[in-house]
């Protein structure tokens, strides 16, 4: 069973910087697409930013040119660099992967944007 596992969240101040990181118990270059979500409070989850294993990105227009997707396959792990973030930037932030025929979710992080 493949896992995910995501860190990095934490309090930042508006116009701050965080990096998310998506460790997977996989070699990342098995994994066809994954993905970065987030769910504001109160509010449905969201698509982040898309990776395919052939190396296109696609990002959502509310972080477009903020957000920045990029992996490291010796330590199977996708990040999230994430810049100029704003208040309604806060959401618990998720990894997902498709798997074969499976779709793997982690837990989640906090992320939080506030003076």
């Known amino acids: 069973q493949v896992q995910l596992v995501e860190s990095g969240g934490g309090l930042v101040q508006p116009g701050g910087s965080l990096k998310l990181s998506c460790a997977a118990s996989?070699?990342?270059?098995?994994?066809?697409?994954m993905n970065w979500y987030r769910q504001p409070p109160g509010q449905e989850r969201e698509l982040v930013a898309s990776?395919?294993?052939?190396?296109?990105?696609v990002y959502s227009d509310s972080v477009k040119g903020r957000f920045t997707v990029s992996r490291d396959t010796a330590k199977n792990t996708l990040y999230l660099e994430m810049n100029n973030l704003q208040p309604e930037d806060t959401a618990v932030y998720y990894c997902n992967a498709h798997i074969l025929q499976q779709i793997v979710w982690g837990r989640g992080t906090q992320v939080t944007v506030s003076s």
């Open positions: 996989t070699n990342i270059d098995e994994i066809y697409l």
């Open positions: 990776r395919a294993s052939v190396g296109r990105i």
